[in-house]
């Protein structure tokens, strides 16, 4: 690659950086495409060699953030098993740090909502994003029947854990929304819910 295409990949980086941090801080609506630029160090007239519009850029800040954040989690699960790597995945998700820190963790909570509202493109990329977790996370659990439903059940009740945690945080409700969503997740990744 030569220097320009070099440069060029770095801006677009620093651009979707900074729009990941928007985002989870502000949403898509309340994230400007100056605000974008500003974060990443660039002028507003750079903006258009990378993106063709807010909504590209927010399609693919979506796609990126999320990738980046559940390849990870799953890339650093702690264990030996595969059990354990789901249970290492589900602690790190539901714990006081994930949820005192959004502008480094899932944007879903900050997200979801605001792509419920707002559609397409913006559902097509998250829905394409929670396929691949989805996939990621079920590839972790004991290869039975209910391994894709018990996949997705675990990711909802961290989702909406995470997401009322946030809400009421500094909360004992908080902590306890944690706590039991822990519980519960390690449950059906053990096969011991009932």
């Known amino acids: 690659m030569n220097q320009k295409a070099e440069q060029k990949q770095r801006s677009y980086e620093a651009i979707l950086a900074s729009a990941s941090s928007l985002l989870r801080e502000r949403g898509i609506r309340g994230s400007s495409v100056m605000d974008v630029m500003k974060g990443?160090?660039?002028t507003v007239g750079g903006f258009y060699g990378h993106f063709d519009s807010k909504e590209h850029l927010f399609t693919e800040t979506i796609r990126s953030a999320a990738q980046a954040m559940w390849k990870g989690?799953?890339?650093t699960a702690k264990?030996?098993?595969p059990e354990e790597k789901?249970?290492?995945v589900i602690r790190r998700y539901l714990s006081r740090k994930h949820r005192d820190h959004p502008e480094l963790g899932c944007p879903l909570?900050?997200?979801a909502?605001?792509?419920a509202r707002e559609g397409d493109p913006y559902r097509g990329a998250l829905e394409g994003e929670l396929v691949a977790f989805v996939k990621l996370f079920?590839?972790?659990l004991e290869p039975d029947e209910a391994r894709h439903e018990k996949a997705l059940a675990v990711i909802a009740m961290m989702y909406g854990a995470l997401s009322l945690s946030r809400a009421v945080g500094g909360s004992q409700l908080s902590d306890e929304f944690l706590r039991a969503a822990r519980k519960f997740g390690e449950a059906i990744v053990k096969n011991e819910a009932t």
């Open 109 to 111: 909570p900050s997200i």
């Open 86 to 88: 789901a249970v290492s």
């Open 138 to 140: 079920s590839d972790l």
């Open 79 to 81: 264990g030996d098993t």
């Open 73 to 75: 989690l799953v890339a």
């Open 113 to 115: 909502p605001e792509v």
């Open 40 to 42: 990443a160090g660039l």
